[in-house]
């Protein structure tokens, strides 16, 4: 039997950065319940559950609170001293903590809860190896954001708090986007944010007969 022309599976990581302050919560919004959930949970399980592997969930430090949220589940912690300085630092800490042997790593915020698996399924099923890819919806770039590992070094240089995207500009004629569903972009950041996507109220009772 001739062999296989078909390039071995690639192997992508997750990296979800948690470290931040909710500052516009008012809240740890990570924790906040969704749909029966808290919505660090929810985002760990969705990635976990496209069969990203391992997740690295990067946190404040061994006593953060966030940590109990994802008990039981097979997560590689990173701590990140640095984390009021901005996301930048949260990847940064992540991507230190990867094991060898990665051919990328999937990028996505833990405040996105209606992420579904299937989406991240279809952009991981897009990924070459050598190119960003991303989801896409309605032509918005979304998440999760999958780095190839010839880009680790840049993300291991990221400071401050405009994330990743120096990097993905620097790759812009490269990136392939993928079309997700809307939960790729529904991030959320206030309590409006939190009711819009927690489930709807029940219906007003009828007004008694007269």
Do not use: Y
Request: proline share 11%.
């Amino acid at each position: 039997m001739a062999a296989s022309l078909r390039p071995p599976a690639l192997r992508v990581a997750a990296l979800i950065p948690a470290a931040g302050a909710s500052s516009r919560m008012g809240r740890d919004k990570l924790a906040a319940q969704v749909a029966g959930r808290p919505m660090l949970a929810r985002v760990a399980d969705c990635l976990m559950g496209a069969g990203l592997d391992p997740l690295v969930v990067v946190c404040r430090g061994a006593d953060d609170p966030r940590r109990a949220i994802l008990d039981g589940r097979p997560v590689l912690w990173a701590d990140n001293p640095a984390w009021a300085e901005g996301m930048g630092t949260s990847i940064a800490a992540g991507v230190a903590a990867l094991p060898e042997g990665l051919d990328g790593v999937a990028v996505c915020p833990g405040d996105m809860p209606l992420l579904a698996a299937s989406d991240v399924m279809t952009v991981l099923a897009a990924f070459d190896g050598q190119r960003i890819t991303a989801a896409r919806h309605e032509g918005r770039r979304g998440h999760p954001v999958i780095f190839p590992a010839r880009l680790f070094p840049q993300l291991l240089a990221l400071t401050g708090d405009a994330g990743a995207r120096a990097v993905v500009g620097a790759e812009r004629d490269r990136l392939a986007l993928v079309d997700a569903g809307p939960g790729c972009l529904v991030d959320v950041d206030t309590p409006a944010d939190l009711a819009a996507v927690s489930d709807p109220p029940p219906p007003p009772s009828p007004p008694p007969a007269t």
